[in-house]
């Protein structure tokens, strides 16, 4: 069989499809899937942010990995497959969270992780015998997952880091996460449970890619700190540079940081989401203390390690003056990056429902209706500006020419990746005129 693994891009509020001329990591889900594939069968794998998706060519089966944010866009190309007379299987949370809106669009719909019923449905296919619907339980033991295949991808599509040939490769080492925010998806679809995989293998993986920068997925590389230590210490033999995501609170870990910095971290992803405590009570995310802010940029800092920040506006507190002073904050603590997006209440969340029930919801079904207009996914009495036009003030503020200077001046060796990222992220917010991503 011939098998093609997609990954759709998604409408912006203006109604464009998302391409933003490179991206920054491949997909790493369809590399596993791809890995998974028997050698019998031929795959390939197309991100649709980043190259177009070709309905002429032939196939047999189609795959195609779905997020609320991409779910408009993947159900229009699995419509196309199907009057192709393609086989059409749908997966990823999206898909796990509204499996029979999902199967309106598809021949089979896959729930919840594919490490086991992928294998499982190609196999049905190859007979001519598919389920509608496969379900295996989470593995428990993470251990002999494939390696995946990066080989599929082509590095000219995606962010090259200084001093590398390859682009920064995503590497899962764990999953699950111990939080429940009750915007976040993934402890639904991962579990509160966090299962880890065995060190040797993940540094196999990375001496097998030889990858130069990796993206560590987990939702927090923290979670376990004697799991961290040990990880840390696997990895700088390798003698790599990483990205991770880590929690706010991490700066009572400054050993840890440490640790990190020595083997090779070099940026790590911060979800900040608010700069006010009452929208983080309202978010189950009242862990996060804004007044420590600071002291983690400056601890990370101090361990050459640039932070990321992840900052949500659309919160029913929020108008411009909340931007104002979020981005100020930002530029005078030298925040190296920083990720602006509108409030999006995930199905299957607790914030959904909850925003559901009081009738704050703009359309029940808000993911189908991406790039038709909307500005804010969230209504509100008295709301005087949008969600998307607090994200374009951010935008243009914090990546304009004298932010980044303020921020950076002439950036040191360490420096370099984030401050190239800035630059890159500079270049899509003038193509979008500063509008969020989704």
Known sequence: MKIKLICPTF????????????????PLSLLYLAALVPPKHKVSIVDETVQPVDFVDPVDVVGITTTSINIRRAYEIADEYRRRNVTVVLGGIHATTLPQEALEHADVVVLGEADDSWPTLLDDAA??????????????????????????????????????????????????????????????????????????????EIQLSQARVVFFTDDNFFASLTRARELCDALKPLHIRFICQIDATSYKREELIHAAADAGCRLAFVGFESLNTRALADLNKQFNKPDEYASLIRILHENEIGIYASIMFGLEYDDQATV??????????????????????????????RLKDNHQLVHDEWWLHLGTGLKSLVRYEGETVTADALVKQANQQFFN??????????????????????????????????????
């Open 11 to 26: 409408y912006d509020p203006e109604g464009n499809l998302f391409h933003p001329g490179k991206a920054m990591l491949p």
């Open 127 to 204: 007979r001519g015998d598919l389920q509608t619907i496969y379900d295996q339980p989470r593995r428990e033991d993470l251990t002999g997952l494939p390696h995946p295949r990066y080989d599929l991808i082509e590095p000219k599509h995606y962010l090259i880091p200084p001093f590398s040939k390859l682009p920064i490769l995503p590497v899962q080492t764990a999953r699950g996460c111990p939080h429940n925010c009750d915007f976040c998806s993934v402890t639904k679809f991962w579990g509160k449970k966090i299962r880890f995989r065995p060190i040797e293998e993940i540094v196999e």
């Open 324 to 353: 104002d002073t979020t981005v100020k904050f930002l530029i005078e603590n030298k925040a190296d990056i920083a990720a602006f997006f509108r409030l999006v209440p995930f199905p299957g969340t607790g914030l959904y429902e």
């Open 401 to 438: 020419f004298g932010s980044i200077l303020r921020r950076y001046g002439f950036p040191r060796r360490w420096q370099l990746l984030p401050f190239i990222m800035n630059l890159s992220s500079r270049k899509k917010m003038i193509k979008s005129k500063g509008s969020c991503s989704f």
